[in-house]
């Protein structure tokens, strides 16, 4: 379900309507469910709005109460998702019990990537975001995954410097930077299918980040 607070917010910055927010909780997360679904599959200037409203079983009429336009729907998914994904990060970090660095971002890589949460659909509307809304006819702010994991790959990284398991003369924020890069291309390539075998993945990963950076 969504977040009332979060749109509770959304509705002072003006993204959606205060009839939006007073829909039942239910017709609330059908619209935002085919929002994700639609845009993720024909992006932002292939969906018209009459087709979204067939979908998402709602009339033109009630579209334009609930949204000022269809970028406004768009910046609401878009918010929507990204809070679905600080919430998922918290969870993986919540849950981990490793200590050692290795072992840790291991855990993170198998959580973010192996294991990812996110179904069919919420894939195909994370890539439209990433790569495909610069070339659509809207300005957004997309959705920044590296920031969600940047504190707790840092905490990791900092952690392993002081244990000696990572090299101390590199900056913890290089090395934070390059570890959440390569966690989130990984991720991408995991949703477009393109799929390396999981052995040869942390192995990879592991390597460049422990044999190829301690001294």
């Keep these: 379900m969504l977040d009332e607070n979060l749109i509770v917010e959304l509705v002072r910055r003006e993204i959606v309507s205060d009839t939006f927010r007073r829909l039942p909780p239910d017709k609330k997360n059908q619209i935002y469910n085919a929002a994700i679904r639609l845009f993720g599959k024909y992006g932002y200037d292939g969906l018209p709005v009459d087709r979204f409203c067939n979908d998402a079983g709602i009339s033109k009429g009630s579209f334009f109460q ?36 290795r072992d840790r971002l291991r855990y993170l890589y198998d959580s973010l990537v192996l294991n990812v949460k996110l179904h069919a659909p919420e894939q195909r509307f994370f890539l439209f975001v990433i790569n495909g809304l610069n070339h659509s006819r809207v300005s957004i702010e997309g959705i920044d995954l590296q920031r969600h994991f940047h ?24 090395t934070c930077y390059l570890v959440s890069t390569i966690m989130e291309a990984l991720l991408q390539r995991q949703f477009t299918g393109k799929h390396l075998p999981r052995r040869q993945t942390e192995e990879y990963l592991i390597s460049f980040l422990f044999d190829g950076i301690t001294a």
């Design 66 to 101: 609930y949204f000022p336009t269809k970028s406004h729907l768009l910046e609401l998914s878009i918010l929507v998702f990204d809070d679905y994904l600080a919430r998922w990060v918290q969870e993986i970090r919540a849950d981990e019990t490793a200590v050692l660095a």
């Design 151 to 174: 504190d707790y790959v840092a905490e990791i990284i900092e952690r392993g410097g002081e244990t000696g398991e990572i090299r101390s003369d590199f900056a913890v924020d290089l």
